[in-house]
């Protein structure tokens, strides 16, 4: 499949949702009880109150013509979507310090380390020479997973035994980096609460170290959000954001929601740059974050003949 399409699968879900409401403005037009459904529904896909108090106040400001409600409805989206749409990563890398390097933080189980793995290798794809740092040295399982995708994707793995001290993983990572001449550096850390302080200051060290060893960096800090929490990933990334300052986001696991509308949430509320979206569990299915492919695949179907605003 093409990513649109990858897109629209993955996207299922979430648009199903909207659908129900959306089929009956176009039955029954702007009436209360239609308008009131449409709100639930576009609160049920998190797109979040703000965003939805805005949405609504466009469709209201429509009339009575259903077509015009749905086209103004899909305008608002991509204007409020566009400004979390951001040059890509390898743009940031050809225009960065060499080597480039991202720091990926998040907390467990949202695919941290796959996201990152993934990305190292369509980096390695389009010529560039990515380099694994394994600082979450917490789980050997962790390092192993590091290694697996770093043999997967041809990519060196700069590791410490299980239990080792992070920064100095993520110190040696550099040393080697430069000795090596790699274009990027891709640290992958532990996964960990963002309302544990003393984890989050093991990250603010990490940052230090990598500075120290090379002025600027990180270069990417980039935090990997689970689609399927909603509002929680508002909430984890305004405070990841805080401790650590996060320059990027990835947001997976799309295609298992029903509220995949959590990206218009973020857009709206955050002004951090969506870098990634993941909708599968494919390498290709990480893909860069477009706001009018998003809001195409998030309505489509719903609008007479798909249309363009």
Same mark, same amino acid.
């Given at each position: 499949?093409?990513?649109?399409?990858?897109?629209?699968?993955?996207?299922?879900?979430? =648009?199903?949702?909207?659908? @129900?409401?959306?089929?009956?403005?176009?039955?029954?037009? %702007?009436?209360?009880?239609?308008?009131?459904?449409?709100?639930?529904?576009?609160?049920?896909?998190?797109?979040?109150? @703000?965003? #939805?108090?805005?949405?609504?106040?466009?469709?209201?400001?429509?009339?009575?013509?259903?077509?015009?409600?749905?086209?103004? %409805?899909?305008? #608002?989206?991509?204007?409020?979507?566009?400004?979390?749409?951001?040059?890509?990563?390898?743009?940031?890398?050809?225009?960065?310090?060499?080597?480039?390097?991202?720091?990926?933080?998040? #907390?467990?189980?949202?695919?941290?380390?796959?996201?990152?793995?993934?990305?190292?290798?369509?980096?390695?794809?389009?010529?560039?020479?990515? %380099?694994?740092?394994?600082?979450?040295?917490?789980?050997?399982?962790?390092?192993?997973?590091?290694?697996?995708?770093?043999?997967?994707?041809?990519?060196?793995?700069?590791?410490?035994?299980?239990?080792?001290?992070?920064?100095?993983?993520?110190?040696?990572?550099? %040393?080697?980096?430069?000795?090596?001449?790699?274009?990027?550096?891709?640290?992958?850390?532990?996964? =960990?609460?963002?309302?544990?302080?003393?984890?989050?200051?093991?990250?603010?060290?990490?940052?230090?170290?990598?500075?120290?060893?090379?002025?600027?960096?990180?270069?990417?800090?980039?935090?990997?959000?689970?689609?399927?929490?909603?509002?929680?990933?508002?909430?984890?990334?305004?405070q990841f954001h805080?401790?650590?300052?996060?320059?990027?986001?990835?947001?997976?696991?799309?295609?298992?929601?029903?509220?995949?509308?959590?990206?218009?949430?973020?857009?709206?509320?955050?002004?951090?740059?969506? =870098?990634?979206?993941?909708?599968?569990?494919?390498?290709?299915d990480l893909q860069?974050?477009?706001?009018?492919?998003?809001?195409?695949?998030?309505?489509?179907?719903?609008?007479?003949?798909?249309?363009?605003?």
């Open positions: 499949m093409g990513w649109i399409t990858r897109l629209k699968a993955g996207l299922e879900k979430t =648009r199903k949702g909207l659908w @129900r409401s959306l089929t009956q403005v176009m039955g029954r037009g %702007l009436d209360p009880e239609v308008l009131d459904e449409v709100e639930a529904s576009l609160l049920q896909a998190d797109i979040g109150v @703000r965003t #939805v108090d805005r949405v609504m106040e466009q469709l209201r400001a429509a009339g009575g013509n259903p077509h015009e409600a749905l086209r103004e %409805l899909k305008r #608002v989206l991509v204007d409020i979507l566009a400004s979390a749409e951001s040059e890509s990563v390898e743009s940031l890398i050809r225009s960065g310090p060499k080597p480039f390097v991202i720091l990926a933080v998040g #907390v467990n189980g949202v695919g941290k380390t796959t996201s990152l793995a993934k990305l190292a290798g369509r980096l390695r794809e389009q010529g560039f020479t990515p %380099l694994l740092v394994a600082a979450d040295t917490f789980r050997a399982a962790a390092i192993e997973q590091l290694e697996a995708w770093g043999t997967r994707i041809g990519a060196d793995v700069i590791k410490h035994r299980q239990g080792a001290d992070p920064s100095a993983v993520v110190f040696d990572g550099l %040393l080697a980096a430069k000795a090596r001449g790699v274009d990027v550096v891709l640290v992958d850390t532990a996964g =960990r609460l963002h309302t544990k302080g003393n984890l989050m200051d093991e990250l603010k060290k990490m940052k230090r170290v990598l500075d120290r060893a090379c002025p600027g960096a990180p270069h990417e800090v980039l935090l990997t959000l689970d689609g399927t929490i909603g509002q929680n990933a508002v909430a984890q990334a305004r805080e401790a650590v300052g996060v320059t990027g986001l990835v947001l997976t696991k799309l295609d298992g929601t029903s509220k995949g509308g959590v990206v218009v949430a973020i857009a709206e509320t955050l002004a951090i740059p969506v =870098r990634l979206i993941g909708v599968g569990e494919h390498e290709e860069d974050f477009h706001a009018r492919e998003f809001a195409e695949a998030l309505l489509d179907g719903a609008l007479p003949g798909g249309g363009d605003p």
